[in-house]
């Protein structure tokens, strides 16, 4: 039977094979150990994924039957609550508009970033792009020449000023009211959908949802639709009510797609639902608000969650 | 009414459904964050949810 630190060295290295031929760009500094009769490990991985191949090898390779959380995992840099003293960071300077793209080369936008901000730096390039995590969690690529501040370390965590939402559980909003997240929403009746943006002039259907609850409540939801619907709570959709966010897909394609809830003119007091739903919809190309009922006429209902708890609305 | 538990189809972990979801909805399984349609409720059952590509 082979020592375990043989077992452990040929199991990291066929991981981290099966993990280069997965990826592109490999971000992994960590260095594996056997001693003192048990795993260490030192160093960091980009994404969980990375982490869970690692603790799936070494369980297959030392104790199959050991729990597979039980052996160490290195740090996720792109793990919301991983340090700030364990990232590198860059800045973004005021009046710069950051396209996030999710290659290194290409056009697949799956972002944007319209403020000045510090963001964690995963892989710095002199030119082309940088890889890159933006405040609200999104890790891609920007124009490297836009990432300021190389080697500057901060003292304290940068993105301690950002309110995200809870899990299990509405936030309450940071400021704002929710008729005035409705006055917000509805300034941007028409505005053009595209793909991936979240600016105030173009936004997809996640991207117009986040940057609305953003401006209006200063709640950063993640960017991402399917991220965006593991926050808060689950609401049924009987109990749908404004302020609300609302999941659906199509019916022909499974493909997701969110909107925000609001009061309609007959619901003043916005106690209730059978108000209408705002989506940046990619069909119609803009932005656009129906009726609850038409909205999931069209679409197949997939969810609905209370991301903020809007005072004067309790839960029902 | 309690809410019934199905073995998530990924992981094999009890999932938790809403005894008020509606079929189409999806619900995530707590053990291995995969997302789960809820394809009925009379008997309840679910099956892995895939989206679709762009």
């Known amino acids: 039977m082979s020592h375990p630190a043989l077992l452990l060295r040929d199991a990291i290295a066929g991981a981290r094979a099966e993990l280069e031929a997965r990826y ?21 991985v980009l994404v969980a994924a990375q982490a869970d191949a690692y603790q799936r090898a070494i369980q297959d390779a030392l104790d199959p039957d050991r729990p597979l959380n039980s052996w160490p995992r ?35 936008l799956q972002t944007q970033w319209t403020e000045a901000a510090m963001v964690r730096v995963f892989l710095r390039r002199d030119a082309g792009r940088t890889l890159v995590q933006l405040p609200d969690g999104t890790v891609g690529w920007m124009d490297s020449q836009l990432v300021g501040g190389g080697g500057t370390q901060p003292s304290s965590d940068p993105w301690r000023r950002y309110v995200r939402p809870h899990v299990g559980r509405p936030i309450d909003p940071r400021s704002g009211t929710l008729s005035g997240v409705a006055r917000i929403a509805r300034a941007r009746l028409g505005r053009p959908y595209r793909w991936g943006g979240n600016r105030r002039e173009a936004a997809d259907c996640s991207g117009f949802v986040q940057s609305v609850l953003y401006e209006g409540a200063g709640i950063l939801l993640p960017k991402n639709t399917r991220d965006q619907m593991r926050k808060g709570v689950r609401v049924a959709a009987p109990a749908v009510r404004s302020g609300d966010v609302l999941f659906v897909r199509g019916r022909s394609k499974n493909l997701m797609h969110v909107g925000l809830v609001l009061p309609g003119s007959d619901d ?17 190309g803009s932005v656009i608000e129906e009726p609850i009922d038409e909205f999931l006429d069209i679409y197949r209902f997939t969810g609905a969650r209370r991301i903020v708890a809007w005072p004067g609305l309790e839960l029902q | 009414m ?53």
């Open chain 1, 268 to 284: 003043p007091d916005l106690t209730h639902g059978g108000g209408t739903v705002i989506h940046s919809c990619l069909s119609r």
């Open chain 1, 74 to 108: 290195p740090a996720v840099l792109a793990d919301l609550s991983t340090p700030f003293y364990l990232q590198t960071w860059g800045r973004i300077r005021s009046g710069t508009v950051v396209d996030l793209y999710r290659g290194p080369e290409g056009d697949d």
């Open chain 2, 2 to 54: 309690s809410d019934p538990n199905l073995p998530c189809t990924e992981c094999g972990q009890s999932v938790a459904v809403p005894s008020d979801a509606t079929p189409g909805e999806l619900v995530i399984c707590d053990h291995c964050g995969v997302e789960l349609e809820v394809t009925s409720m009379d008997p309840p059952a679910v099956a892995v949810f895939e989206e679709e590509e762009k």
């Open chain 1, 24 to 44: 592109d760009v490999l971000v992994d500094s960590t260095v594996w150990a056997w001693s003192g009769g048990a795993v260490h490990v030192e160093g960091s």
